[in-house]
């Protein structure tokens, strides 16, 4: 069968299967199945389930569930309300400030947690109803609330920095640091542009009154919710940087450190302790599921002759390869408005990663290209994770899902400038990375 019509077929049969709302892994599990099934007949059905038992015994992948236990812990730590009284008197005295520090803790919780629901929905339950309590316009609440808990996934640590790494083979601690830089820059970036329109328009975010702020002893007391999360993260990414332990072992200490973080809080109780137990147990069987039958895609496409395909494909367009690099691109950016970042690692790396070697672009620059779109597909609707965590939170009534869906525009036209930025200037990603050689 030729393998133009094999392509179609194959993603045609995912698309239609996505639409009917069956969860991505099962979608790509019985595509996969099918295909393989009709292709190569029975026998080369058990082929699937040992290359996918291969694929998931990457050590790599176990710093993920000790991340996402990371995360969960810190979301009922109580670290992000301590964040957020500090924020609330030292920014008030701004407009706009209480949105500006709340992408700044947002920043901090990424650099401690990992993903992106943990700062989205902690800061969502404090935030918004305190914004909106002091007369912030709804749109930049929410705004800055969704789009500054999805650098979660570009600070690191992060979750799907280590899968990148563990389909390519590129340096997780490489990587890591390659983020800093441009999960920053993104951070400064969003909270340049709420300054900017508060300033033009004090309405959106004013001002709160001197006595509601406090005094100068409130504020320095203020100071000490920043102990404990600068403790935890230079515990995380020191430990790696001063090659102490691998992002694996990282991983461990991030984990215990968030336990020692909650019961310094005293919030560590049975319960708590259980219900992190619990969530971090689905989400990561959800991310090795996904895992597993991406996997199993991605090598039934690569068995048809797909990087073959591809090359000879982009390579017949006589474009150069900044021309083709733009264009898979803006394959991600379709991909994140539909699928699960995880999936979409898993199906386009084997394929795009040997095209973008032979283009001589570097593998660390190109997952981090990824990785702030994927970030983007965060954002972008009909699957944006960020947008259902916002829907859970904001009342109907005060918000329909159009209305969250223009709150975050900006924020992603912001994103796309800083994705530009990277692409135009690569040392953004790679002087960090530089100094590990």
């Given at each position: 069968?030729?393998i133009?019509?094999?392509?179609?077929?194959?993603?045609s049969?995912?698309?239609i299967?996505?639409?009917t709302?069956?969860?991505l892994?099962?979608?790509?599990?019985a595509?996969?199945?099918?295909?393989?099934?009709?292709?190569?007949g029975?026998?080369a059905?058990?082929q699937?389930a040992?290359?996918?038992?291969s694929?998931?015994?990457?050590?790599?992948?176990i710093?993920?569930?000790l991340?996402?236990?990371?995360?969960?812990?810190?979301?009922?730590?109580?670290?992000?309300d301590?964040?957020y009284?500090m924020?609330?008197t030292?920014?008030g005295?701004l407009?706009?400030?209480?949105?500006?520090?709340t992408?700044?803790i947002?920043a901090?919780f990424?650099?401690?947690?990992?993903?992106?629901?943990a700062a989205?929905v902690?800061?969502?339950?404090?935030?918004?109803?305190?914004?909106?309590?002091r007369?912030?316009d709804?749109?930049?609440?929410?705004?800055?609330?969704?789009?500054?808990?999805?650098?979660?996934?570009?600070?690191?640590p992060?979750?799907?920095?280590?899968?990148?790494?563990?389909?390519?083979?590129?340096?997780?601690?490489?990587l890591?640091?390659?983020?800093?830089l441009p999960g920053?820059?993104?951070?400064?970036?969003?909270?340049?542009?709420?300054?900017?329109?508060?300033?033009?328009?004090p309405?959106?975010?004013?001002?709160?009154a001197?006595e509601?702020?406090?005094?100068?002893?409130?504020?320095?007391k203020?100071?000490?919710?920043?102990?404990?999360?600068?403790?935890?993260?230079?515990?995380?990414i020191?430990s790696?940087?001063?090659g102490?332990?691998?992002?694996?072992?990282?991983?461990?200490?991030?984990?215990?450190?968030?336990?020692?973080c909650?019961?310094?809080?005293?919030?560590?109780?049975?319960n708590?302790?259980?219900?992190?137990?619990?969530?971090?147990?689905?989400?990561?069987?959800?991310?090795?599921?996904i895992?597993?039958?991406?996997?199993?895609?991605?090598?039934?496409?690569?068995?048809?002759?797909a990087p073959n395909?591809?090359?000879?494909?982009l390579?017949?367009?006589?474009?150069?390869?900044w021309?083709?690099?733009?264009?898979?691109?803006i394959?991600?950016?379709?991909?994140?408005?539909?699928?699960?970042?995880?999936?979409i690692?898993m199906?386009?790396?084997?394929v795009?990663?040997?095209?973008i070697?032979?283009?001589?672009f570097?593998?660390v620059?190109?997952?981090?290209l990824?990785?702030?779109?994927?970030?983007?597909?965060y954002?972008?609707p009909?699957?944006?994770?960020?947008?259902f965590?916002m829907?859970?939170?904001?009342p109907?009534?005060?918000?329909?899902?159009?209305?969250?869906?223009w709150?975050?525009l900006?924020?992603?036209l912001?994103q796309?400038?800083c994705?530009?930025?990277?692409?135009?200037?690569?040392?953004?990603?790679?002087?960090?990375p530089s100094f590990?050689?």
């Amino acid at each position: 069968m030729d393998i133009g019509l094999i392509t179609v077929l194959l993603f045609s049969s995912l698309v239609i299967l996505l639409l009917t709302g069956l969860p991505l892994a099962f979608c790509l599990g019985a595509v996969s199945l099918g295909f393989t099934f009709f292709l190569w007949g029975p026998p080369a059905v058990m082929q699937v389930a040992s290359a996918c038992f291969s694929g998931t015994m990457n050590i790599i992948l176990i710093a993920c569930p000790l991340f996402i236990f990371m995360a969960n812990v810190l979301q009922f730590s109580g670290l992000a309300d301590d964040l957020y009284e500090m924020i609330y008197t030292w920014s008030g005295r701004l407009n706009g400030g209480l949105a500006m520090g709340t992408v700044a803790i947002c920043a901090v919780f990424a650099a401690m947690s990992g993903i992106s629901g943990a700062a989205t929905v902690s800061m969502g339950v404090i935030a918004i109803p305190s914004m909106l309590n002091r007369k912030y316009d709804k749109f930049l609440s929410v705004g800055c609330v969704a789009a500054g808990g999805a650098l979660g996934i570009l600070i690191p640590p992060s979750v799907t920095m280590i899968i990148f790494a563990s389909i390519t083979g590129v340096s997780v601690g490489k990587l890591f640091f390659a983020g800093i830089l441009p999960g920053f820059l993104l951070a400064l970036m969003y909270i340049i542009y709420i300054a900017v329109r508060c300033i033009l328009n004090p309405e959106l975010g004013p001002s709160l009154a001197p006595e509601v702020r406090g005094g100068w002893d409130k504020k320095f007391k203020s100071l000490g919710g920043i102990i404990l999360p600068l403790i935890l993260v230079c515990a995380v990414i020191g430990s790696i940087l001063l090659g102490l332990a691998t992002p694996t072992e990282a991983a461990a200490v991030g984990a215990v450190g968030s336990l020692v973080c909650a019961a310094v809080k005293r919030k560590l109780t049975w319960n708590n302790f259980k219900k992190a137990c619990r969530e971090s147990l689905v989400l990561s069987a959800m991310i090795i599921w996904i895992v597993v039958t991406a996997t199993a895609f991605s090598n039934v496409y690569t068995a048809v002759g797909a990087p073959n395909f591809l090359n000879n494909m982009l390579g017949g367009l006589g474009v150069g390869r900044w021309h083709i690099l733009i264009m898979i691109q803006i394959t991600f950016f379709f991909l994140g408005m539909v699928m699960d970042p995880a999936g979409i690692v898993m199906i386009t790396t084997p394929v795009y990663l040997p095209i973008i070697l032979a283009l001589g672009f570097d593998p660390v620059w190109f997952g981090i290209l990824f990785i702030i779109n994927m970030e983007m597909g965060y954002l972008t609707p009909p699957f944006g994770y960020n947008l259902f965590y916002m829907r859970s939170i904001v009342p109907q009534k005060l918000m329909s899902m159009k209305d969250l869906y223009w709150s975050v525009l900006p924020f992603v036209l912001i994103q796309a400038l800083c994705l530009v930025l990277t692409m135009v200037y690569p040392q953004i990603a790679l002087w960090l990375p530089s100094f590990m050689d």
